[in-house]
C-alpha cells in the first residue's frame, strides 16, 4: 500500500522476518539495510537491500531497472521534522506532501515469524527435546546480531532452552567489534565452548539471521554443503513438508554434492544453481523447489524466500527429537548410507582487485585451452585427469534467463571438482575463494579429516592457479 510503510520495533528484524512479514501482509516489497555477515558499524560495512513482494531478493532485471533510473535523478526531498517513535508498536499517522496521510506501523519484530515457524515444526516436540525430563543441552550464538531476540524470544521462552545457553543474543551496530560470519574462524568462542562437551547442539547465526552454523558435541562441525542434505534425507522429521511434499531440491555451484546424492536415492529433482538466493526464488515461485542450500553457512526452504538460520536450527532439532541421537552419529549414519563429500573453501580476503581480477583471467585462459582438458595433476600418490573445464554457465528452467560467468570449474574424471569464484559482500578489495570437493564411499575413509583427505587436491589448485604468488597470499582468511 503506497504511503504505509511497516518498521520492525526499535528497528530490529531479521531478514528471514523480513521474507516472512512482506508475504504475510502482501507488501510490495521490503527494504533491509544490513551489513550481512560482514563487520558493521561506523567503519564497517553496510549495504542496502531490496525484496520484492514474493520476499525475495530482487532479481537482476529489478535491480538494473533501478540502476538505470537512479542515473536520472536529479533531487530527492526529505522529511528532517519528521519524528517517529519505533519503540512504539502501533500505527502512527502522518501529513506528508507527496502522501497524504502517511501511516507508519511498528511490528513486533518477532512475533509474525514465530507464529510461522510454528505452522511449521512441532513445537511440543522440540519443547520435548531442549526443556524435557531428558533435555539435551543447547548453546546458541547470536553474535551480537539481530537474531538475538529471536532466540530469547522463541527457544527460550517459549520452547524452554536454558537462558543461560544463549550468547550474545543483545544486538550492536558494531556487533561488539567482531565479524558476524557463522563459520570455524569467527565463531570460534561457541567452537571451543562446544568443545569442553558440556553442550550437546550448538549453533552461531550472522548479523542478519539468514546465515547459520550447526555444531555438535565436542565441538563436531557439520558441514553447511553436509547439513543441508541431512534435513533432505530426514526431511519428514519436520510436519511442513509432511503437509506440502518435496517438490524439489536444489543447491548452489560451489556447494558440495551430497544433497545430489540424497536426491538420486530418494528421486527428487535436484537443481544446480550460480550463488544467490534469488535463483532459489525463481524455482520457489514456479513450485519447484522445496528446500535448497549453499555452501556459504546459508539453508532454507519455500516457507519464505530467504535463507533462515534459525529455521534451519529448528530443523536440526527436530532431526534430534524425532531420531533420539547426537548430532555426530546423524551425520555418521548419513555418511554410511549416502558417501561423503569431503569439502573444504579457502577464503581470500581483501585481495587487491587488480591481482585477483588478472589470477582469474589467467587462470580462465589456461583452462580453455583445448590442452587442458585430458591433463594429469598429481599431488603426493594422488593423480586427477580433468575431465571437464568451463566458466558455470546457468539457464533458468523458468524464464530462460541465461547467468554467465558464475565461477570456474575444474571437474576431473572421478567428479573431484575445483572452483574459483571472485566474490564478496564486503567493501574492501576481493574476496577470492577457492572450493575442493570430491566423493568419497569407502566405509574406512569417510570418518578422516577433511584438510587431510583434501590436501592434494588443494596443492593442485594452488599450482594450477598460482593464487599465492599472483595475489600476494601465503594463505586463506578463512579455511571451512
Given at each position: 500500500?503506497?504511503?504505509?510503510?511497516?518498521?520492525?520495533?526499535?528497528?530490529?528484524?531479521?531478514?528471514?522476518?523480513?521474507?516472512?512479514?512482506?508475504?504475510?501482509l502482501?507488501?510490495?516489497g521490503?527494504?533491509?539495510?544490513?551489513?550481512?555477515?560482514?563487520?558493521?558499524?561506523?567503519?564497517?560495512?553496510?549495504?542496502?537491500?531490496?525484496?520484492?513482494?514474493?520476499?525475495?531478493?530482487?532479481?537482476?532485471?529489478?535491480?538494473?531497472?533501478?540502476?538505470?533510473?537512479?542515473?536520472?535523478?536529479?533531487?530527492?526531498?526529505?522529511?528532517?521534522?519528521?519524528?517517529?517513535?519505533?519503540?512504539?508498536?502501533?500505527?502512527?499517522?502522518?501529513?506528508?506532501?507527496?502522501?497524504?496521510?502517511?501511516?507508519?506501523?511498528?511490528?513486533?519484530?518477532?512475533?509474525?515469524?514465530?507464529?510461522?515457524?510454528?505452522?511449521?515444526?512441532?513445537?511440543?516436540?522440540?519443547?520435548g527435546?531442549?526443556?524435557?525430563s531428558?533435555?539435551?543441552?543447547?548453546?546458541?550464538?547470536?553474535?551480537?546480531?539481530?537474531?538475538?531476540?529471536?532466540?530469547?524470544k522463541?527457544?527460550?521462552?517459549?520452547?524452554?532452552?536454558?537462558a543461560?545457553?544463549?550468547?550474545?543474543?543483545?544486538?550492536?551496530?558494531?556487533?561488539?567489534?567482531?565479524?558476524?560470519?557463522?563459520?570455524?574462524?569467527?565463531?570460534?568462542?561457541?567452537?571451543?565452548?562446544?568443545?569442553?562437551?558440556?553442550?550437546?547442539?550448538?549453533?552461531?547465526?550472522?548479523?542478519?539471521?539468514?546465515?547459520?552454523?550447526?555444531?555438535?558435541?565436542?565441538?563436531?562441525?557439520?558441514?553447511?554443503?553436509?547439513?543441508v542434505?541431512?534435513?533432505?534425507?530426514?526431511?519428514?522429521?519436520?510436519?511442513?513438508?509432511?503437509?506440502?511434499?518435496?517438490?524439489?531440491?536444489?543447491?548452489?555451484?560451489?556447494?558440495?554434492?551430497?544433497?545430489?546424492?540424497v536426491?538420486?536415492?530418494?528421486?527428487?529433482?535436484?537443481?544446480?544453481?550460480?550463488?544467490?538466493?534469488?535463483?532459489?526464488?525463481?524455482?520457489?515461485?514456479?513450485?519447484?523447489?522445496?528446500?535448497?542450500?549453499?555452501?556459504?553457512?546459508?539453508?532454507?526452504?519455500d516457507?519464505?524466500?530467504?535463507?533462515?538460520?534459525?529455521?534451519?536450527?529448528?530443523?536440526?532439532?527436530?532431526?534430534?527429537?524425532?531420531?533420539?541421537?547426537?548430532?555426530?552419529?546423524?551425520?555418521?549414519?548419513?555418511?554410511?548410507?549416502?558417501?561423503?563429500?569431503?569439502?573444504?573453501?579457502?577464503?581470500?580476503?581483501?585481495?587487491?582487485?587488480?591481482?585477483?581480477?588478472?589470477?582469474?583471467?589467467?587462470?580462465?585462459?589456461?583452462?580453455?585451452?583445448?590442452?587442458?582438458?585430458?591433463?594429469?595433476?598429481?599431488?603426493?600418490?594422488?593423480?586427477?585427469?580433468?575431465?571437464?573445464?568451463?566458466?558455470?554457465?546457468?539457464?533458468?528452467?523458468?524464464?530462460?534467463?541465461?547467468?554467465?560467468?558464475?565461477?570456474?570449474?575444474?571437474v576431473?574424471?572421478?567428479?573431484?571438482?575445483?572452483?574459483?569464484?571472485?566474490?564478496?559482500?564486503?567493501?574492501?578489495?576481493?574476496?577470492?575463494?577457492?572450493?575442493?570437493?570430491?566423493?568419497?564411499?569407502?566405509?574406512?575413509?569417510?570418518?578422516?579429516?577433511a584438510?587431510v583427505?583434501?590436501?592434494?587436491?588443494?596443492?593442485?589448485?594452488?599450482?594450477?592457479?598460482?593464487?599465492?604468488?599472483?595475489?600476494?597470499?601465503?594463505?586463506?582468511?578463512?579455511?571451512?
Amino acid at each position: 500500500m503506497i504511503g504505509h510503510l511497516v518498521i520492525g520495533q526499535d528497528g530490529i528484524m531479521s531478514t528471514p522476518a523480513v521474507s516472512c512479514v512482506i508475504r504475510k501482509l502482501k507488501a510490495v516489497g521490503g527494504i533491509i539495510l544490513t551489513a550481512s555477515h560482514n563487520p558493521g558499524g561506523p567503519n564497517g560495512d553496510f549495504g542496502i537491500k531490496y525484496n520484492i513482494a514474493s520476499g525475495g531478493p530482487a532479481p537482476e532485471g529489478i535491480t538494473d531497472k533501478i540502476f538505470q533510473i537512479s542515473k536520472s535523478i536529479t533531487e530527492y526531498h526529505i522529511c528532517p521534522d519528521l519524528k517517529v517513535d519505533i519503540s512504539k508498536i502501533g500505527k502512527q499517522t502522518f501529513n506528508v506532501d507527496t502522501f497524504k496521510p502517511m501511516t507508519v506501523e511498528i511490528v513486533d519484530s518477532v512475533e509474525a515469524y514465530a507464529e510461522m515457524l510454528r505452522g511449521i515444526f512441532d513445537f511440543h516436540a522440540l519443547k520435548g527435546l531442549v526443556s524435557g525430563s531428558n533435555h539435551i543441552k543447547v548453546r546458541l550464538d547470536a553474535m551480537h546480531g539481530v537474531v538475538g531476540p529471536y532466540v530469547k524470544k522463541i527457544v527460550c521462552e517459549e520452547l524452554g532452552a536454558a537462558a543461560d545457553g544463549a550468547f550474545n543474543c543483545v544486538p550492536k551496530e558494531d556487533f561488539g567489534g567482531h565479524h558476524p560470519d557463522p563459520n570455524l574462524t569467527y565463531a570460534s568462542d561457541l567452537v571451543n565452548a562446544m568443545k569442553g562437551g558440556e553442550y550437546d547442539l550448538g549453533a552461531a547465526f550472522d548479523g542478519d539471521g539468514d546465515r547459520n552454523m550447526v555444531l555438535g558435541k565436542h565441538g563436531f562441525f557439520v558441514n553447511p554443503s553436509d547439513s543441508v542434505a541431512v534435513i533432505a534425507a530426514n526431511i519428514t522429521c519436520i510436519p511442513y513438508f509432511q503437509k506440502t511434499g518435496v517438490k524439489g531440491l536444489a543447491r548452489s555451484m560451489p556447494t558440495s554434492g551430497a544433497l545430489d546424492n540424497v536426491a538420486k536415492a530418494l528421486k527428487m529433482n535436484l537443481y544446480e544453481t550460480p550463488t544467490g538466493w534469488k535463483f532459489f526464488g525463481n524455482l520457489m515461485d514456479a513450485g519447484k523447489l522445496s528446500l535448497c542450500g549453499e555452501e556459504s553457512f546459508g539453508t532454507g526452504s519455500d516457507h519464505i524466500r530467504e535463507k533462515d538460520g534459525l529455521w534451519a536450527v529448528l530443523a536440526w532439532m527436530s532431526i534430534l527429537a524425532h531420531r533420539k541421537q547426537s548430532v555426530e552419529e546423524i551425520m555418521k549414519d548419513h555418511w554410511n548410507k549416502f558417501g561423503r563429500n569431503f569439502f573444504t573453501r579457502y577464503d581470500y580476503e581483501e585481495v587487491d582487485s587488480d591481482k585477483a581480477n588478472t589470477m582469474i583471467k589467467e587462470l580462465e585462459a589456461k583452462m580453455f585451452d583445448k590442452s587442458f582438458v585430458g591433463q594429469k595433476f598429481s599431488s603426493g600418490d594422488k593423480s586427477y585427469e580433468v575431465a571437464v573445464s568451463d566458466n558455470f554457465a546457468y539457464t533458468d528452467p523458468v524464464d530462460g534467463s541465461v547467468s554467465k560467468n558464475q565461477g570456474l570449474r575444474i571437474v576431473f574424471s572421478d567428479g573431484s571438482r575445483i572452483i574459483f569464484r571472485l566474490s564478496g559482500t564486503g567493501s574492501a578489495g576481493a574476496t577470492v575463494r577457492l572450493y575442493i570437493d570430491s566423493y568419497e564411499k569407502d566405509p574406512a575413509k569417510i570418518y578422516g579429516d577433511a584438510q587431510v583427505m583434501l590436501k592434494p587436491l588443494v596443492e593442485i589448485a594452488l599450482k594450477i592457479s598460482g593464487l599465492h604468488e599472483k595475489t600476494g597470499r601465503t594463505g586463506p582468511t578463512v579455511i571451512t
